[in-house]
């Protein structure tokens, strides 16, 4: 029975429909951020992405920066740092450029650690990169 009532749940509730309104500041405590999660096959995708590898194909590093800019960029749902109108009101060229311009250091951070949580990774992320950077 409580085997069932799982299977129930998990089907009505995919992960894809969770949300979350986040302040990430106190210079934007009067804004909400709305973020979702990050998918195992999203994190999977990103980590191969980020990986740093040599003209041998030997892999030499991990880009946090880089992975870091594509949990913000694609797991915010509003302000959506991909709209064109608003990249180009900032005087950007790119979603990458556009929230480097327009959130401090410590936002980004304070968004990514909210979508880090909100995706089940919490205080195993740091473990997460550090397994996929060796």
């Known amino acids: 029975?409580?085997?069932?009532?799982?299977?129930?749940?998990?089907?009505?509730?995919?992960?894809?429909?969770?949300?979350?309104?986040?302040?990430?500041?106190?210079?934007l405590k009067g804004f909400?951020?709305?973020i979702k999660p990050c998918s195992s096959e999203d994190f999977n995708g990103y980590c191969q992405e980020c990986?740093?590898?040599d003209k041998k194909g030997k892999k030499m590093g991990f880009n946090e920066g880089k992975f870091s800019e594509l949990m913000i960029i694609n797991h915010t749902l509003y302000p959506d740092f991909t709209d064109a109108k608003a990249i180009k009101a900032a005087g950007c060229k790119t979603p990458r450029e556009y929230i480097n311009r327009v959130l401090s250091a410590g936002e980004l951070v304070a968004l990514q650690s909210k979508i880090t949580d909100l995706s089940g990774l919490g205080e195993d992320f740091d473990e997460l990169v550090e397994e996929v950077k060796n």
């Open 51 to 53: 990986r740093i590898i």
């Open 1 to 27: 029975m409580t085997e069932k009532t799982l299977v129930e749940f998990l089907a009505e509730n995919p992960v894809n429909d969770i949300c979350e309104d986040v302040v990430i500041s106190e210079r």
């Open 32 to 34: 909400k951020f709305k």
